[in-house]
């Protein structure tokens, strides 16, 4: 009897006392990674580090042609990306009747969104690269990168439409609006912002992916920027595996910098995700 | 304020838009198609018993072998790694922000695990390579540069997030009515946790946990960059190895020409990982339905 | 919520207009025709810190340029250039006759130029203390295909050495180091064991090596002088002593008097004719054969003799299609006697 007692009383606080050690592994696991990244990268930030281009020797290489390439990379997975996975969630959720087509494509959309990057990238070289032959290009990329991000578009874009109250667009038909009228001008408005969100976040998963580009044509030495969608290219994520694969000690340095870089751009874009769904908020509020 | 109607353009619109939701359809089809095509092939010239059940893997070499196991127990292994680091850790990790944490403690807490699972996972292999390798090597000895070990560590913290948080939805399910009943037999909030909460959260928790494993499974850049591509079947995590994914990798950097049998070999590989995640993926979320119709 | 349409609708097309920004900014190079000002170069890895060196310096020389180079091995390479995806390709052996038929078959013409000596070096981690040197036969005995699954431990290849597993590391089967090692060391191209450590990439293989007391592997000199620290060099005995005696670690002057036999090689680069048509890539070529030489011997293999560069520049000059070796490997051929043949037929 007392034996029991005493065991329930360790159990009483050595289960929160494992799930404590247990958070508090998970970030310190995160303060490890980002103070090995700044001691080993911080000192390589400069100017010239961000507007110099890849080079032999570590000292004169630099994340400009990379820089340039993820941004361009990524407008355009935007660009591609927004329309069919918008209008593809503005069909499921207003216009496609509940049967069993539309329950499929949404099974198949939460599959897809399971779906290994690297097979993307598969699909993306025998279709893209091959069979439309766009070649080793952005727009072979961007094409990829926006069949990777769709998934996600879709369910956040119809997260944003069902929290649109229906009275709105019960008031839009009651006026004589029609269907679409209604969509275009009351619900998408108000579903904005949630859309925006979702875009921003499904960019930052695409912005950080390297296995897809990889098996498109990730090149060892591109040193410019993208000039053109048919262009060759290099972008963040590849340029750190590259420097990361080199032996030599300065230039694990060189992709510890260029990791901040990427960290830095993410952080921008979830901050800015972040800013329209507080926005929503107070606006909402008032 | 009137707005003029055109019944043409609406059925346009609704046309494109209904295309948009086909195209994902389509997508699907796409993947299955380009990963059968290639696989049909390649099982004309090798037996799929061979593949499946073959223990050496050494297709581009001279003494040309397809057994695919040792790329299968390279992913297992990785894998099994990260899972016994993610599994415990993220499941105390959700039983504490469930049942314990002050909503302060959880509205901190939260946010930061989430950016644990935002970092791309080429940070993750840098980090798996260059600090948690060298760190090991000098509590293992004789642990080799290339290993199981450490990208399976890595990739455990990186899974760790989806772990935690599905769980917690998971256990948030599960009604109050149940832990209050435990109280009121006067159980301690321990013995409630452990012996009501969980397990009637079972479904919802195995459902985070499948999906992990799946995740892991299809994780490509930490073990291209720290795990080694040494096909070899072994249960040793100190030695390099090559998983899947890292074999579709090397092949494609090194681009063997279409319709070679080396060619056909990554998209057979490929089919294997699709069917094994999209089956994973399958199992847990019918888990997850399991749960919800439990107590919805 | 009249507000928040009117914000919503300006904040739509804003990010429009940007997306829209980026794209115009991107089709402003029009069609292909914008990849073609490109020098498109891929193959060896071996090579490839040459071509890299070259590429960076002419890019700074004429700023309009744009080279890009990637790694997929020397087949890898070949397989693009025969299908017209490159303009210049590296390799670190000569070009193979079903190769020289692909490109036959695709019309396209190459010129074959070598453009430096290499050694392959045959290292091992520092930590490793018990391999001295190593004849030409234990190398057959660790990497010929029947030591797959065979000879896994140390103690199998000579016995007194250590009781501990073998890691092997060395270039995969799309590279030319490849090619060329199991030719000169098995006696057959191609044929090795499968049960190793195998990359395209060199700096892989570098790293593996320096991280792993048990690890053993080549690649091409220069790798091996860029990581000194980090790596061991084993000399080789060939066990021939008409051409140096004893064992000979792999070095520029071994390789330049040929004593480092058999792993001493020239590799090249092989440009297409029609790409030679266009100006940059013939300002390309030209200065790979002038200011090349330093190049070579900056990034550590061994440049060719001054009168061996004359006779590959008037090569390239003249157009010469086809190549010296008639599809095999060269191990143990004259290049200079080889590349005198070809200019005076």
Redesign the interface.
């Known amino acids: 009897m007392m034996r029991r007692r005493r065991l ?1 009383q360790l ?2 606080w ?3 006392g ?6 508090f ?3 310190a ?2 303060v ?2 980002l103070v ?2 700044a001691t ?1 990268g911080l000192g390589r930030l400069s100017w010239q580090f961000l507007t110099s281009v890849p ?2 020797r570590p000292e004169a290489a630099g994340i400009y042609s990379a820089l340039v390439g993820s ?2 990379v990524m ?2 997975t ?2 591609i990306a ?4 918008v ?2 969630a ?3 959720e207003e ?2 009747k509940r049967g069993r087509w539309a329950r ?2 949404e ?6 969104a ?10 993306g ?3 893209f690269v ?1 069979a439309l032959s766009f ?1 080793r ?2 727009l072979a990329g961007a094409a990829t990168l926006a ?1 990777l991000v ?2 996600v578009v ?1 369910l956040s874009t119809r997260e944003a439409l069902r929290a649109v109250p229906p009275s ?1 667009r019960e008031a839009s038909y009651a006026l ?6 209604t969509i275009w ?2 619900v ?3 579903a ?2 949630g859309i ?1 969100t979702g875009l921003i976040l499904a960019l ?2 695409a ?5 897809p580009l ?2 498109i ?1 990730a ?6 920027a ?7 290219f290099t972008v963040l ?1 590849i340029q ?2 590259n420097w ?5 000690a300065e230039f ?1 340095r060189n ?2 910098g260029g ?1 901040i870089v ?2 830095g751009l ?1 952080f921008l874009m ?1 901050g800015l995700a972040a800013w329209i769904r507080d926005r929503v908020q107070v ?1 909402a509020g008032q | 304020m ?2 003029p ?1 055109n019944a043409g ?2 059925r346009a ?2 046309r ?10 389509l ?2 089809i ?2 299955v198609a ?2 059968a095509f290639q696989t049909i092939q390649f099982f004309r010239t090798v037996s799929p018993v061979e593949f499946l059940f073959g223990t050496t893997w050494t297709p581009l070499f001279f003494d040309k072998q397809f057994g695919v196991l040792p790329l299968v127990a390279g992913t297992v292994l990785v894998s099994v790694v990260a899972m016994a680091v993610a599994l ?6 959700a ?3 469930s ?3 002050p909503t302060s403690v959880r509205r901190v ?1 939260k946010p ?2 989430e ?2 699972a ?10 798996a ?3 948690v390798t060298p760190l090991l090597q000098q509590v293992i000895p004789g642990l080799a540069g290339f290993n199981a070990l450490s990208p399976g560590i890595v990739m455990g ?1 990186m899974i ?2 989806m772990v ?1 948080s599905l769980s917690e939805d998971a256990l948030h399910s599960v009604p109050r009515c149940l832990r209050e009943g435990a109280y009121a037999l006067g159980a ?4 409630t ?2 012996r009501v909460v969980v397990p009637a959260a079972f479904s919802g928790v195995s459902a985070a946990a499948i ?1 992990a494993m ?2 892991a ?5 930490i073990v ?2 720290a795990a080694g591509q040494q096909p070899r079947l072994t249960a040793s995590p100190l030695v390099p190895i090559e998983t899947m ?1 890292a074999y ?2 090397q092949v ?2 090194g681009d063997t020409p ?1 319709g070679t049998l080396e060619y056909q070999t ?2 057979a590989v ?1 089919m294997l ?2 069917a094994s ?2 089956t994973l ?2 199992a847990s ?1 019918w888990l997850r339905d399991r749960l919800r119709e439990e107590y919805i | ?1 009249r ?7 300006r ?2 097309a804003f ?2 207009g ?3 920004a ?2 115009a900014a ?7 025709a ?2 073609s000002r ?1 020098i ?1 170069i ?1 193959g060896s890895s071996t090579v ?2 040459i071509t ?2 070259v ?2 310096e002419f ?1 700074i020389l004429s700023p309009d340029a ?6 997929s091995g020397t087949g890898g390479g070949f397989s693009k250039f025969c299908a017209g ?1 490159t303009d210049v390709t590296n390799a670190s052996r000569p070009i193979k006759l079903v190769e020289v038929e692909a490109c036959t078959a695709a019309g396209i013409g190459f010129v074959e130029l070598p453009v430096a000596y290499d050694g392959i070096a045959i290292v091992v981690n520092p930590e490793n203390d018990w391999v001295n040197t190593l004849t030409t036969e234990d190398l057959r005995r660790m990497w010929e295909p029947a030591a797959q699954g065979a000879v896994v431990r140390w103690e199998q290849v000579r016995t007194g050495w250590p009781e501990a597993e073998l890691h092997l590391f060395g270039p995969g089967a799309d590279s030319g180091t490849f090619d060329y090692f199991t030719e000169a060391i098995v006696g057959e191209e191609g044929a090795s064991r499968g049960d190793f450590t195998s990359s395209e ?1 060199d ?2 293989l ?2 593996g090596i ?1 991280t792993d007391a048990l690890a053993l592997g080549f690649f091409g000199y220069a790798y091996y002088e ?2 000194r620290e ?1 790596l061991r060099l084993v000399p080789v005995d060939d066990e021939d002593d008409s051409n140096g005696a004893g064992p000979i670690a792999a070095s520029p002057e071994a390789v330049r008097d040929g004593t480092y036999q058999p792993l001493s090689r020239p590799i090249f680069v092989y440009v297409s004719t029609a790409s030679l048509d266009r100006p940059e890539v013939q300002a390309f070529v030209d200065f790979y054969l002038t200011d090349g030489a330093d190049l070579v011997r900056e ?1 550590g293999y061994v440049p060719l003799s001054p009168h061996e560069y004359d006779l590959v520049a008037q090569r390239a000059q003249e157009r010469v299609e086809g190549t010296m070796f008639g599809g095999a490997q060269g191990v143990g051929s004259s290049l200079e006697a080889l590349l005198a043949a070809s200019t005076h037929p």
Not at chain 1, 18 to 23: C, E, N, P, W, Y
Not at chain 1, 219 to 224: M, N, Q, R, S
Not at chain 1, 244 to 248: A, I
Not at chain 2, 16 to 25: D, E, G, T
Request: a negative charge; hydrophobic letters at 50%.
């Open positions: 329930n159990g009483e050595a289960l929160p494992a799930g404590l050690v247990a958070t592994f998970g970030l696991a995160l490890a990674l090995d990244v080993d080079s032999r941004i361009f407008g355009l935007a660009t927004i329309p069919v996975g209008g593809a503005v069909y499921l216009y496609a499929l494509v099974i198949n959309i939460t599959n897809l399971g779906v290994p990057s690297i097979i993307y990238g598969m699909l070289l025998a279709l091959r070649g290009s952005v069949l769709l998934p879709i709105l004589g609006a029609s269907r679409w009228q001008h009351q998408l408005p108000v904005v912002p925006l930052s998963r912005v950080g992916e390297t296995a990889v098996m044509g090149l060892t030495y591109v040193p410019f993208p000039d053109g969608i048919w262009s060759p994520p750190i595996f990361v694969s080199r032996p030599q694990h992709a510890a990791i990427l960290l993410l979830n606006k | 009137a707005l109607r353009f609406e619109i609704e494109f838009l209904f295309a948009c939701a086909s195209l994902s359809i997508v699907t796409g993947i380009v990963l415990p850790a993220g499941l105390l990790t039983i504490y922000l049942e314990y944490a807490v930061v695990l950016v644990l935002g970092v791309p996972t080429v940070v993750y292999g840098y980090f390579l260059l600090f913290i760790l997030p935690s301690t909030r321990a013995q946790t452990v999906l799946s995740r499974i299809g994780e490509t850049m291209t960059i994914t579709i990798v494609s950097l279409a990554i998209f490929g990982l699709f995640t999209f993926n399958l979320n | 919520m507000r928040l349409e009117l914000g919503g609708v904040c739509v990010l429009s940007l997306a829209l980026v794209v991107g089709c402003g190079g029009g069609e292909r914008a990849g490109v498109a891929d490839f810190p890299e060196a590429a960076e890019q744009r080279v890009t180079v990637g790694i995806e990439d700096n892989v570098v790293q320096s860029e990581n980090r990034v």
